[in-house]
């Protein structure tokens, strides 16, 4: 008799108990994979938030609680002296917040409402559509340096654009850096000629997404232009209207390099002879560079943090409830 060397060989007794193991494993793995998988995807973005984000603060909250300073080696603990000083006895950075929130108001307005206009006419059908996007999109790509060059010439005493078109009509020319409320204008339109568009942009991106069929029902109905601007795209678009007013608020109340650069000749910081454009930012700056001030310093910035904090709470109630109202 022969033996059949090719038989298939009996199984192994440890074989199904190994190969249950093998499939319990993988199935734990899967579930381990399941359930911690999405927090290791976001940790990169909660570990680069905590270095960059929560440890600045928490350093500014204890620097602002001292009289940290480069010309001091020993560091004290002062406590709130720092802001009981800031807000009681500080002239200086009251007025460095009635600028920034005159500028803020001067530009952010107009700013929203031009775009929120510039948007709606680009969301129709125009010849060189393409063109007039494009366009609007070239501010936000120029230099800031160069924006604030150009509008320095346009609001210059002697020879600027603006004085002598007002010279043209009669009109005395204005001194737009010793006044403090043609300052306050200048800048504006330096700010709202830079963001314009990028605020067009996010709008004209948002109306791209309201149904066509809504304007189309709406037409048939007898609503004119306005009505249907007014009734339909401004509700549809109240979640955006919301961000940018959050983000122009906070841009706004952080306003730095316009009027820095606006400033001619040294002493930048101080925002012109009488601090009569200087921000709060600004006024950050000069103590912190200028008086060495490093405690003090932290305690303006976290006042700064908690303003843009409360008007960005403001604006988005506000936006709500007029939204709403319509």
């Known amino acids: ?12 007794p440890g074989a199904p108990r190994a190969a249950r193991h093998t499939r319990r494993r993988a199935a734990s793995m899967t579930r381990l994979d399941l359930k911690y998988s999405p927090y290791l995807y976001v940790l990169p973005f909660f570990v680069i938030f905590a270095v960059f984000g929560v440890y600045p603060i928490a350093y500014t909250v204890w620097i602002a609680l001292t009289d940290r300073s480069p010309l001091n080696s020993t560091i004290s603990f002062v406590g709130m002296d720092n802001f009981v000083e800031l807000i009681t006895e500080d002239p200086q950075f009251w007025n460095a917040v009635v600028n920034t929130f005159g500028m803020f108001l001067l530009s952010t307005v107009p700013q929203l409402l031009l775009a929120l206009m510039l948007a709606n006419a680009l969301n129709r059908k125009l010849r060189a559509q393409t063109f007039f996007r494009m366009a609007i999109a070239m501010p936000i790509i120029t230099s800031t ?12 005493k002697d020879f600027g654009l603006v ?14 850096r010793a006044n403090r409320f043609a300052s ?17 942009l996010i709008y004209l991106a948002a109306m791209q997404s309201i149904s066509k069929d809504t304007y189309e029902a709406a037409a048939l109905d007898g609503a004119s ?51 009569q454009f200087q921000t709060i ?18 305690a303006v910035a976290l006042v700064l943090f908690v303003l843009i ?18």
């Open 281 to 298: 930012t600004m006024y950050l700056l000069d103590v912190m560079n200028q008086r060495f001030r490093w405690g003090y310093a932290g």
């Open 309 to 326: 904090a409360l008007m960005s709470a403001i604006n988005y109630l506000l936006a709500r409830r007029i939204s709403s109202d319509k």
């Open 163 to 176: 004085n002598w078109l007002l010279d043209s009509v009669g009109l005395d020319p204005i001194d737009w």
């Open 184 to 200: 306050w204008f200048a800048i504006s339109t330096m700010v709202d000629w830079r963001w314009v568009g990028y605020n067009a």
């Open 145 to 156: 340096a160069v924006v604030a060059l150009i509008f320095s010439m346009i609001y210059a």
């Open 225 to 275: 232009r306005r009505r249907q601007f007014w009734s339909i795209t401004v509700p549809q678009l109240r979640p955006t209207i919301i961000f940018t007013l959050i983000i122009s608020t906070i841009g706004g109340l952080q306003l730095f390099t316009e009027p820095l650069l606006f400033t001619s000749g040294s002493g930048g910081l101080s925002g012109g002879s009488e601090g």
């Open 1 to 12: 008799m022969s033996l059949d060397l090719h038989a298939a060989a009996p199984p192994e």
